[in-house]
């Protein structure tokens, strides 16, 4: 067994060396390649940002109808009645079908809750309508006519534009216009200038609506004044990520 043994003790030193050459190779590989090309210039990454800011010219707007009733029945007619009238009196006022959608329809029973105990009170209906104006001078109008209307109470009111995309590129120029700048300063702080762009990614671009306080309760309202409501301005935000090549001052 002699010659048994001392196999097992070769082969026990020859994988001791296995996994020593296997640990150098983890540790020196990465490194080798973390290191930069012969003649690659040193590279700069900026992001820039830019805003501009527009006149509202569309508004949206959420109604909604909600009622208690003894059974699900009576619940549903009446918040279907509701509804209906509210559709008659904006089209009377000149918002378009087009323009008048149901966001939501609920109806689930109700309970009051006492000293531990719950209590049935019935089942409540509601629906919520999504009304897009066209023309935001005309939102107090829409407010108080769908409130008249029997509109339980009105909220989400937003503005936005029509046409996003010239704002869009006055946007995205003005973000390429601060990466750049943040760049040339970066550049010159470290002795360098800027060489050609290696590449350019948007990041972002889209539109940042404030939402108004628009919530009008129905108790609240039934004054002879129409609703007043300023239509807003709306951002457009463009950010972006600039990859430069640098080169040496000459």
């Known amino acids: 067994m002699g010659w048994y043994n001392l196999a097992q003790r ?69 918040v279907a009645r509701k509804s209906q009238n509210i559709l008659a009196s904006l089209e009377k006022i000149g918002v378009k079908k087009d323009k008048i959608e149901t966001a939501s329809f609920n109806l689930y029973p109700k309970y009051e809750y006492e000293k531990g105990e719950s209590k049935f009170i019935g089942y409540t209906a509601s629906n919520q309508i999504k009304v897009t104006i066209e023309n935001p001078e005309d939102i107090g109008k829409v407010i108080d006519a769908a409130i008249a209307a029997g509109a339980t ?78 239509p807003g301005k709306v951002k457009v935000q463009a950010r972006i990520e600039v990859t430069y090549e640098l080169a040496k001052k000459k």
């Open 10 to 78: 070769e082969l026990m030193k020859m994988l001791k060396y296995f996994w020593i050459l296997i640990i150098l190779l983890l540790t020196v590989i990465p490194s080798q390649a973390a290191l930069p090309l012969l003649g690659e210039k040193p590279e700069l990454a900026v992001t820039g940002k830019g805003e501009v800011l527009a006149s509202a010219d569309i508004a949206y707007l959420q109604i909604a109808v909600e009622r208690t009733e003894k059974t699900a029945t009576e619940a549903q007619d009446t």
């Open 153 to 230: 109470n009105v909220s989400g009111l937003n503005f936005s534009v029509k046409d996003e995309t010239p704002y869009k590129k006055i946007a995205l120029q003005k973000a390429f216009e601060d990466a750049k700048g943040k760049a040339e300063i970066l550049a010159s702080s470290s002795g360098q200038i800027l060489d050609k762009i290696q590449r350019i990614q948007e990041s972002e671009v889209g539109i940042i609506s404030p939402l108004a306080e628009a919530r009008v309760m129905a108790a609240g309202a039934g004054g002879g004044a129409e609703t007043p409501i300023t």
